[in-house]
């Protein structure tokens, strides 16, 4: 009980220190304003995510470091290297901990929604493939545990309170006053290094679709995400265009994400087979076959998705956006 306390207290601490990005920041402070935002969000949720009993503890934790590292990647120039290269790894093994539960997480939620009728109860070899993978998902969030037990991850929450709190901590300094440092300087190249990153990818995307290259739609997803980060990130100086604009790239993201879970959720779930009953087996091998098919339905259909992100409708939000600055 005392440890919780210590727990919630910092993170009133941490509350009291946040304040909104401002378009005349220096790009370091920037960063550490949107990271301590991520870094209560991921505290917050700790807890939850230790227990298990709502999925999305574990959903909103990894988010929150998945954010705070684009934001180390993103800005990483603006701060000295070694000053974030342990933050960076840190929260990475976290994050490696929080994806093995999540992923077993969706997979069973998927099989679930599959196997329970409108009526009645769920059928009892079904019942049995989700004590299978309830069991490896059980050894997933020991492993989770024990990495946040450690006095490394006790120390590396104190170390990182106090960098995203503390002014000018590892930041870079420039020598002269022309250098580009502030948000409003640096974020308009950031944003279109960044969308013409994702737009690299219309050499390939036909291909890609077509011949089902799961490769290169997957690193297309990356791009997406990059970008997305890079634009919600700075959505306090951005102009009302913005939101529109993330919302397309949520959407976006979503469809790839869908794609690339059925295509991951059917090599994870055919492990499952060898380890049930025939009865089980034989009910679990209906699920992956129709999860197949549906993948493919999602991956045709992605053709007119990459068509409305290239259009003067979505593009001209992120300009309209931009120009606020």
């Known amino acids: 009980m005392e440890e919780l306390a210590l727990h ?20 370091a402070e920037a960063g550490r304003k949107i990271m301590l935002r991520e870094f209560i969000a991921m505290l917050k949720h700790e807890a939850g995510s230790r227990i298990g009993t709502d999925i999305e503890d574990v959903h909103d934790m990894r988010v929150a470091i998945r954010r705070m590292r684009s934001a180390l990647r993103l800005l990483g120039d603006y701060y000295k290297p070694k000053a974030i290269r342990a933050y960076n790894r840190k929260l990475r093994r976290v994050a490696r901990a929080l994806g093995a539960v999540r992923d077993l997480d969706v997979m069973i939620e998927a099989f679930a929604n599959y196997a329970t009728p409108t009526e009645g109860d769920m059928p009892p070899a079904a019942e049995r493939v989700i004590a299978a993978m309830d069991k ?44 580009p440092s502030q948000v409003r300087h640096v974020l308009p190249t950031l944003i279109y290094t960044h969308i013409g990153a994702v737009r690299a990818f219309d050499a390939v995307i036909d291909d890609a679709i077509e011949q089902n290259d799961q490769v290169t739609l997957h690193n297309l997803r990356i791009e997406f995400k990059r970008l997305r980060y890079a634009v919600s990130m700075f959505e306090d100086v951005l102009g009302a265009p913005a939101d529109g604009f993330i919302n397309e790239l949520k959407k976006i993201q979503d469809h790839l994400g869908e794609l690339q879970d059925s295509y991951i959720a059917v090599q994870r779930l055919s492990d499952f087979l060898d380890e049930v009953d025939e009865e089980a087996a034989a009910y679990l091998q209906a699920y992956i076959d129709q999860l197949t098919p549906n993948a493919e339905d999602k991956r045709k259909r992605f053709a007119e998705v990459w068509k409305r992100f290239n259009s003067k409708t979505v593009q001209g939000m992120i300009a309209r956006a931009v120009a606020a600055l």
Do not use: W
């Open 8 to 27: 919630q207290e910092l993170i009133a601490a941490l509350k009291a220190q946040l304040e909104p990005v401002r378009a005349e920041d220096a790009m």
């Open 136 to 179: 490896e998902r059980d050894l997933a969030r020991m492993e989770l545990n024990h990495a946040l037990d450690r006095g490394e991850y006790r120390r590396f929450v104190n170390d990182f309170s106090q960098f995203l709190t503390t002014e000018g901590a590892g930041a870079r300094l420039h020598n002269d006053d022309l250098t």
